[in-house]
DNA sequence: GATGAATGAGCGTTCATTCAT
DNA sequence: AATGAATGAACGCTCATTCAT
């Protein structure tokens, strides 16, 4: 038995370690309470002592992720030794980068909206997926402000474009994607003109 | 209860078609059989009168829709009216026309590796995206070597990046995708030149 | 489909040799009409054409192999040119000779009581049981008189013991029993002493 | 709900206690899970929770069953007060004594090949089988050689013969046998002579 | 005389959840 | 803070049975 703050933090840990794994990789309904515990080593008591039900067991994981994922788009956009190209070549990377949370936040979101009592993450969801494109746009309009990039089509239909192959690379996040990032930067470079 | 050759494969049909729409919404593991046979007006011992058992019912609905995707791509490339444009639009189009199956096939795929039962159809979902991806090769070095289309890039990087779109469109496959027909076929030309 | 009344009742023994086979092996409850139609290469409604329901059809078994069981005890009782010795003998060899409906009858006779519905089958089983014993005693009385053979105890105890021994042998129908004809028939002579 | 160990130790024993009769009285496949814990007033979760599955229930129901049969033999075997002849007098009256038990494996036994999940099971009841016949032949050629017990065959012959009387008794373990002791004794006394 | 389609009850099992300890 | 025992609903599936054809 666990007896001290931290050990109990560490045992939720453990729990959102193995939930996140399982949940990734076999999905919401096909991961049982069981099959948490017994890969985190623990009871099925432990998880219902931290967490209310297995509801709040995937929020507490597509939450974390969810924020891991805000985070590193922030880092990238607001990194200020970063040229704008280097900028948007951070953005496209985050993908692949990030596979696990991609792939959990991926996998998930097209089955939220068919359970009711996740629908407030399904709104987070959809807010995070809202506050990429906005801030892909924000950063588009900036720089053509500025005079650092240009591109062919106007800033919203080129944020579109953007967040389209941003979408695209969501699909290889299980496996190694059959693409490189040359590859990718290059196609970069057509859709936009850096200065 | 129905009992002609006809009324039978009716009720096949019944099945499938509730089948493929829980399948759809809800994913594999979280829609039962009770699920199905209720929303199709039908009983439990008539699921397993038509299949083996709930694998088999899954595997009819996702090659099914296979099959479907994979025709409605034969008829885009050879369709002999089209330009070369025109077929690339057609094909850029497709996961927009047949969104059902496109969120059925890319919802399950990911999970696919998870159930050991069902890897048989797991390849032969991977041979459908391999076989796409041909497709869209061989049809760009034709159009090259004909002298109907060029690209800055070389064949091979160009129906990568083809195909990367193609993956980002399939997201929006449940909902109506935030883009329109003209905004994807100004991006075509941005990457191909069309002569 | 069979139409002459010859193919009909060949339809209906082939069941009811494939549901001996299989109530024998594996009991009444573990044995399912469909196990018994595919055994015998027809289908369900043929078995519900000839036979009531699985009740009937074990029922027809049964029956059946008390009266082979029967019939054969009476031809070895009966049978002139035999001594009483080569009677007891015979009597004895039954269930060696006739293993599967020993086997049958025995597996399955100390479940029917569970089985109300089969409380009449029960009955027969045992008025069998009682037929064989009371037979033997009268043989036994009958040689007894005639001279033909004594033995140490009064009839009624030694039948018991034949009996016993002849119920030993029961256990060895479904494998070749670990004993000799020749052990049993000196242990005959043991009991009785024939003259 | 019971929560302490030793009233979980007591509802691991009411399912055992439940199981071994209505495995006895109805056989294996007939007995469900339900009917075990409807007997035994509880819910089938409680069940699954003392046991992996119902082979594992009644693989404990039979274990239980033979360890006893197995102990009681010994005890027979080795009390030193006995004189040989009430030795074997009291492996004699072993099956009446333990009618549920001998009933229970002799029940199943004849089942046991067609369940291949019951093999170890099955290796253990013969196993059994083969022990006590190993005793009590140990047992005669030790008795003829210390001169307190003779008999006018083999050891190896008159071992068969003994087990054979031992297995026709097992016949009527499920209900009062129609014999008594001592016919049985006696009937002992014309195969050996004690002296 | 026999088939094929369908029903509905029940089975073995899993699982989210509760709660005394 | 965590465990162990138990519940009850639901799941995938089998099976005896029915019945139009």
């Known amino acids: 038995m666990k007896r001290t703050k931290e050990e109990a933090q560490q045992t939720k840990e ?93 996998g998930v979101a097209s089955l939220l909206p068919t359970y009711p009592q996740l629908s407030e993450l399904e709104k987070k969801v959809q807010d995070r997926k809202n506050n990429l494109k906005e801030s892909i746009r924000l950063f588009l309009e900036e720089g053509k402000r500025q005079g650092a990039l240009s591109f062919k089509e106007d800033p919203e239909t080129t944020t579109k474009m953007f967040f389209l192959l941003f979408e695209g690379l969501y699909f290889h996040s299980q496996e190694q994607p059959d693409i490189s990032n040359e590859d990718l930067f290059h196609f970069l470079d057509i859709i936009f003109c850096f200065h």
């Open 14 to 106: 453990q729990l959102l370690t193995s939930a996140k794994r399982l949940f990734t990789t076999k999905g919401f309904s096909a991961t049982s309470i069981t099959d948490i515990v017994q890969d985190a080593g623990l009871t099925r008591g432990a998880a219902y002592w931290h967490f209310k039900n297995k509801d709040e067991i995937f929020i507490a994981v597509v939450e974390q992720a969810l924020n891991d994922m805000m985070e590193e788009k922030e880092r990238a956009l607001s990194e200020t030794s970063f040229t704008p190209r280097e900028k948007l070549q951070a953005m496209l990377s985050l993908p692949l980068r990030m596979s696990t949370e991609y792939a959990l936040v991926n």
